[in-house]
């Protein structure tokens, strides 16, 4: 496994040539190149960001594009009604539901300051992000 930026991130690529191989570590495949997988760490409120239908995503985003955290205050309640989300299965259900309450107050906290606005607007879109891999059935890393 190839690591970036202290362990942050992990990954993996194919690559068809030797030039690139020699720099990942990685065992050599029969083409001549190395497969390396890409896989993002998240934190815990990042990774508490509910799986919601499209539509319920998008209206997510516009109210956080508008009102700061009132969107992800929204998503919150998802979870109860059986929205997934990738900390579930090591937290349980009320653990995320209070982490997305806690992700909604800070952002409604610091929108003073516009650090809250901005980072409920990427709030937003993470929520559209994942919505439109379920419905496209790609699957999520638990």
């Not at 202290?6 to 194919?14: A, I, M, N, S, W």
């Not at 993002?40 to 955290?69: D, H, Q, S, W």
């Not at 800070?106 to 419905?135: E, H, K, N, P």
């Amino acid at each position: 496994m190839a690591q970036k930026d202290g362990g942050t991130e992990q990954g993996r690529v194919k690559t068809d040539d030797n030039l690139g191989a020699k720099a990942m570590s990685g065992g050599p495949t029969a083409g001549g190149g190395v497969v390396v997988e890409v896989r993002e760490k998240k934190g815990p409120l990042r990774a508490a960001i509910p799986t919601m239908p499209f539509p319920l995503a998008v209206i997510c985003l516009f109210l956080n594009t508008f009102i700061p955290g009132l969107g992800t205050f929204i998503s919150a309640f998802t979870v109860l009604c059986g929205a997934r989300s990738e900390l579930i299965s090591e937290r349980g259900v009320c653990c995320v539901f209070w982490l997305n309450v806690a992700a909604a107050l800070i952002q409604i906290l610091t929108a003073v300051i516009m650090v809250g606005w901005i980072m409920s607007i990427f709030w937003g879109m993470d929520m559209v992000i994942l919505a439109s891999c379920r419905d496209q059935g790609v699957p999520q890393d638990v």
